[in-house]
C-alpha cells in the first residue's frame, strides 16, 4: 500500500496481515498522521518492513501494534520532522533510520522516536548507513524506550553492508550528528547492548546517553558497550559507554 505527494494524509485504525511485502509506503509527502494500526508478518518473512517513510516531512506514528520480518518504522532519505510514539515492536527489526548512503547525497533531520516498546526484535533503535555517499543524519532523539529481551539494542552502524559481499570502505561518508538516547531501559539477548561503530573517516558527533540501563536476558550474562569514531556524552548508564570520545 503506497501513499505519494499527499498531504494531509490521515490513517487510523485498521490492519493489514501477512502482506508479501513492505506493508506501508509514505512517499513525497507532508501533514501524514497514522494512528491505531496492527500490522502483522511471520517473523521470518524477508522484506516485510511494517511502515516506510521517505522524502517525506511532519509525519506521526502513533499508537501501534507491529509484529514482521523486516523493520517496524523505517525512516529514510529526504525525510524530516518525523515522530514515532507509543509503538510496540516485535518480532522485527526494530526502528530504523535508514539505510542511508551507498553513494547518493542523503539526508535525515528532525526525528524523535518515543515511549516504544520493543519485544524480541533482531536490533532496537538503529541508525544504519552504506559505505560511501554523503549528506547528514541529524536531530534524532530516541527517548522513553523499553526493550524486552531484543538482539543488539542500540546501534549506529556505518558499515551496514546487508549482502555481507564486496563490503568496501570508501573515504565518503554520511555524516551522523545530535544524536540522543535518553531514558532507554530493559534487557538483551546479545552482550554487545550499545554499538557506535561510525565511519573511519567521518566522526558522528554529539551522540549522548544519559539514564540507559540495559541488563542481560538471561541473569548472570554480561553486557558492554563498544565505539569506533565516535564523540560525545554518557552519563548515569550501565554499561558504561567509556568509549566515547570528547
Same mark, same amino acid.
Given at each position: 500500500?503506497?501513499?505519494?505527494?499527499?498531504? *494531509?494524509?490521515?490513517?487510523?485504525?485498521?490492519?493489514? %496481515?501477512?502482506?508479501?511485502?513492505?506493508?506501508?509506503?509514505?512517499?513525497?509527502?507532508?501533514?501524514?498522521? +497514522?494512528?491505531?494500526?496492527?500490522? +502483522?508478518?511471520?517473523?521470518? !518473512?524477508?522484506?516485510?518492513?511494517?511502515?516506510?517513510?521517505?522524502?517525506?516531512?511532519?509525519?506521526?506514528?502513533?499508537? !501501534?501494534?507491529?509484529?514482521?520480518?523486516?523493520?517496524? +518504522?523505517? %525512516?529514510?532519505?529526504?525525510?524530516?520532522?518525523?515522530?514515532?510514539?507509543?509503538?510496540?515492536?516485535?518480532?522485527?527489526?526494530?526502528?530504523?533510520? *535508514?539505510?542511508?548512503?551507498?553513494? *547518493?547525497?542523503?539526508?535525515?533531520?528532525?526525528?524523535?522516536?518515543?515511549?516504544?516498546?520493543?519485544?524480541?526484535?533482531?536490533? *532496537?533503535?538503529?541508525?544504519?548507513?552504506? &559505505?560511501?555517499?554523503?549528506?547528514?543524519?541529524?536531530?534524532?532523539?530516541?527517548?522513553? %524506550?523499553?526493550?524486552?529481551?531484543?538482539?543488539?539494542?542500540? &546501534?549506529?552502524?556505518?558499515?551496514?553492508?546487508?549482502?555481507?559481499?564486496?563490503?568496501?570502505?570508501?573515504?565518503?561518508?554520511?555524516?551522523?550528528?545530535?544524536?540522543?538516547?535518553?531514558?532507554? !531501559?530493559?534487557?538483551?539477548?546479545?552482550?554487545?547492548?550499545?554499538?557506535?561503530?561510525?565511519?573511519?573517516?567521518?566522526?558522528?558527533?554529539? %551522540?549522548?546517553?544519559?539514564? +540507559?540501563?540495559?541488563?542481560?536476558?538471561?541473569?548472570?550474562?554480561?553486557?558492554? !558497550?563498544?565505539?569506533?569514531?565516535?564523540?560525545?556524552?554518557?552519563?548515569?548508564?550501565?554499561?558504561?559507554?567509556?568509549?566515547?570520545?570528547?
Amino acid at each position: 500500500m503506497m501513499f505519494r505527494r499527499c498531504n *494531509g494524509l490521515r490513517l487510523d485504525g485498521f490492519s493489514k %496481515i501477512n502482506g508479501p511485502g513492505s506493508h506501508i509506503l509514505i512517499s513525497a509527502s507532508n501533514d501524514v498522521v +497514522v494512528t491505531n494500526l496492527r500490522i +502483522v508478518a511471520p517473523g521470518d !518473512s524477508p522484506n516485510t518492513d511494517a511502515i516506510d517513510i521517505s522524502s517525506s516531512t511532519t509525519v506521526q506514528i502513533r499508537n !501501534s501494534f507491529i509484529a514482521t520480518g523486516d523493520d517496524c +518504522v523505517a %525512516i529514510s532519505a529526504g525525510s524530516s520532522n518525523i515522530d514515532v510514539s507509543g509503538v510496540t515492536c516485535g518480532p522485527g527489526h526494530g526502528i530504523s533510520i *535508514g539505510s542511508l548512503g551507498g553513494g *547518493g547525497y542523503d539526508v535525515v533531520e528532525n526525528v524523535r522516536v518515543r515511549n516504544c516498546t520493543l519485544k524480541g526484535t533482531l536490533t *532496537g533503535v538503529r541508525i544504519k548507513t552504506l &559505505q560511501g555517499g554523503q549528506g547528514y543524519a541529524r536531530k534524532i532523539s530516541f527517548e522513553g %524506550i523499553k526493550f524486552e529481551a531484543v538482539d543488539n539494542p542500540i &546501534q549506529i552502524e556505518q558499515f551496514y553492508c546487508p549482502l555481507k559481499v564486496n563490503c568496501q570502505n570508501y573515504t565518503s561518508a554520511v555524516a551522523i550528528s545530535d544524536v540522543s538516547f535518553t531514558a532507554i !531501559s530493559g534487557t538483551s539477548v546479545a552482550e554487545n547492548v550499545i554499538n557506535l561503530s561510525c565511519s573511519q573517516s567521518v566522526a558522528c558527533n554529539n %551522540i549522548k546517553l544519559n539514564r +540507559v540501563y540495559i541488563s542481560p536476558s538471561t541473569p548472570g550474562n554480561k553486557v558492554y !558497550s563498544t565505539c569506533f569514531n565516535a564523540r560525545g556524552q554518557a552519563t548515569h548508564t550501565k554499561p558504561a559507554v567509556n568509549c566515547l570520545r570528547r
